[in-house]
């Protein structure tokens, strides 16, 4: 079965950029969405942005300024890069596969703390 | 962007009872609604998609309901492992949102 791992610094700096890589495993990157999350502690789930196995990515309006995602199906991975990040940036950052047959995530990475320190 | 609110934020129920969280869409989202369970330190997993089909290898004890811009998820019988977070999300429309959670606890 399909598997995601994330990857990537767990500190940032203030106003530097937030680099993730999810690893997919279990079968080939193709024929979904491939998509980034994050969840503050304690807070809800907010979809940051996806891409499919063309490199044709959507992302969040609120994020879309400083978000890039990128995908490399040779190798069965996918990339988050977020740019000048705060510390309202400090998530839990998950991938996840996206089916838009379902409309629903599944599955999930495990998820990545990442926090940005000043 | 399509707004999702839960209702309500925190339930505390007895293992047996009959669990209702409600989700409101903004706008009409036809059957595109899907419902996750989380527990702390785990990702969600989808309990519920397009708003009434059961994910492969969930209990028969959740079920889900409503088409438009209301929509109900149902426990039947809670049991002690459903002590988790519940959020709806919908996939009407981009960008993609969720609700603010329903915390279930077990009295």
């Known amino acids: 079965q399909v598997q995601l791992q994330e990857s990537g610094p767990g500190l940032v700096k203030s106003s530097e950029t937030l680099s993730l890589r999810c690893t997919v495993s279990?079968?080939?990157?193709?024929?979904?969405?491939w998509t980034w999350l994050r969840q503050p502690a304690g807070k809800g789930l907010e979809w940051i942005g996806r891409?499919?196995?063309?490199?044709?990515?959507n992302y969040n309006p609120s994020l879309k300024s400083r978000v890039t995602i990128s995908i490399d199906t040779s190798n069965n991975h996918f990339s988050l890069e977020m740019t000048s990040v705060t510390a309202a940036d400090t998530a839990v950052y998950y991938c996840a596969r996206y089916s838009t047959s379902s409309g629903c995530f599944d599955p999930w990475g495990q998820g990545t703390l990442v926090t940005v320190s000043s | 962007d399509i707004q999702m609110t839960q209702a309500p934020s925190s339930v505390s129920a007895s293992v047996g009872d009959r669990v209702i969280i409600t989700c409101r869409a903004s706008q009409d989202i036809s059957s595109w609604l899907t419902w996750y369970q989380q527990k702390p330190g785990k990702a969600p997993k989808v309990l519920i998609y397009?708003?009434?089909s059961l994910q492969g290898g969930v209990p028969s004890r959740f079920s889900g309901s409503g088409s438009g811009t209301d929509f109900t998820l149902t426990i039947s019988s809670l049991q002690p492992e459903d002590s988790a977070t519940y959020y709806c999300q919908q996939a009407h429309s981009l960008p993609l949102t969720f609700g603010g959670g329903t915390k279930v606890e077990i009295k």
């Open positions: 891409i499919n196995t063309i490199g044709s990515a």
């Open positions: 397009v708003a009434s």
């Open positions: 279990g079968g080939p990157i193709t024929n979904y969405f």
